[in-house]
């Protein structure tokens, strides 16, 4: 991987797959009148990962993107005046050895906005001695459709 990753992770949350997976939640949540972390966000991800998710509550579809589209499309206008965070709330874990995957119940949140619950499916895997992001798939539901509460229990 040349000239990648765009900064360096601490060991800490390298070594242990749930610390990025984490770490990742809190590099795309940001206060009002800042922007997420992006050169920090980009370097839990293997350089050529791809998210394929519902941006925005009320999108269309679902885009596929590389990491660039994705930074360049999350932040919508008016969201640096706001703030957002997301906030995991449940995550299960499958696989072995050097690959794994989390499927993460989430909230996400634009400024003093309620709270709406989303699902993220993670795919890890260890090279180099670290863990790295390869892929995040992703679904807000659409009005009117709610999460299954025995999704929402721990």
Do not use: H
Request: some cysteine; hydrophobic content about 40%; glycine content about 6%.
């Amino acid at each position: 991987m040349s000239n990648w990753p765009p900064v360096e992770i601490e060991e800490s949350i390298t070594c242990s797959p749930e610390a990025l997976v984490d770490e990742c939640y809190r590099m795309i949540s940001f206060a009002a009148g800042s922007l997420p972390a992006w050169d920090r966000f980009k370097s839990l991800f293997v350089e050529k990962a791809i998210l394929i998710l519902r941006v925005f509550p009320g999108d269309e579809s679902i885009s596929v993107m590389n990491l660039d589209q994705y930074t360049n499309q999350q932040i919508r206008e008016g969201m640096k005046e706001e703030g957002y965070t997301e906030t995991p709330i449940k995550q299960e874990w499958f696989g072995f050895g050097d690959v794994l995957e989390t499927r993460v119940i989430f909230t996400m949140q634009f400024g003093e906005k309620d709270p709406i619950t989303a699902f993220d499916i993670f795919q890890l895997v260890k090279l180099e001695g670290r863990w790295w992001i390869t892929s995040i798939t992703g679904e807000i539901p659409k009005p009117g459709v709610e999460v299954p509460k025995d999704l929402l229990t721990k």
